[in-house]
């Protein structure tokens, strides 16, 4: 961000990194359930903080949220089912669903058999329900990692059915790892600064290092 600043006349994102799980024994799935309000926290309690507490804009196209592995999850799970609050996903690895066990268990464990509730936490469900045509997804992947290939290119297909911007990125060389991450989210921050008014793309996804642009 400081880099960002030093280019836009001392403007830059804010960003939050809050610990949607509170463990690293402990799967939140991003969602309210029977083992904690993760959701809740998300998009109500660390939105009003930020609100009370910092010079954020209120308009949902200006708040973004990103993610990777089951961060990314979180991201295109929680970015749709919310767009009084956010504008634009920049998830990268994702999965195409919540992911603790198998689906039975989850739905058991985590939300006390009720299969509807697991399944609005589906991306392609949330956002199909009430994704905007307003909202934008700027998705990564490591072409390494052929799974999370697979699940951005169904996110974003459904993202694009909904109506939204969508990018698709991979990284060459990458797998599921950071480097996919500080790869995608170089030009995806330049991308969200110009989607906000921070400041301007001075030049294509496809002359950025590091990615293939798919879409």
């Avoid at 956010?86 to 999965?95: F, K, N, Q, T, W």
């Avoid at 939300?111 to 307003?134: H, L």
């Avoid at 060389?173 to 008014?197: E, K, M, S």
């Amino acid at each position: 961000m400081n880099a960002y600043a030093a280019e836009h006349d001392g403007l830059a994102p804010i960003v939050l990194a809050p610990d949607q799980n509170g463990s690293a024994m402990h799967n939140s799935l991003c969602a309210d359930t029977t083992r904690g309000n993760a959701e809740t926290y998300l998009t109500k309690d660390v939105v009003n903080w930020a609100r009370a507490t910092l010079p954020v804009a209120k308009s949902a196209r200006m708040w973004a949220m990103g993610g990777f592995s089951q961060g990314g999850t979180c991201t295109t799970q929680l970015v749709p089912r919310h767009p009084d609050i956010y504008g634009a996903m920049l998830p990268v690895d994702g999965e195409l669903e919540p992911t603790d066990g198998s689906v039975e268990t989850m739905v058991r464990r985590y939300f006390a058999g009720d299969r509807k509730a697991y399944d609005g936490q589906v991306p392609v469900n949330a956002i199909a329900a009430t994704g905007t045509a307003g909202q934008a997804l700027f998705a990564g992947a490591g072409k390494g990692d052929r799974k999370s290939v697979a699940n951005m290119r169904t996110i974003a297909a459904a993202a694009r059915a909904a109506g939204m911007e969508t990018t698709e990125l991979v990284v060459p060389g990458a797998d599921h790892d950071w480097h996919a991450v500080q790869a995608v989210w170089n030009p995806g921050l330049d991308w969200f600064g110009a989607r906000t008014g921070l400041g301007e793309m001075t030049k294509s996804l496809e002359e950025y290092p590091q990615v293939e642009v798919l879409q």
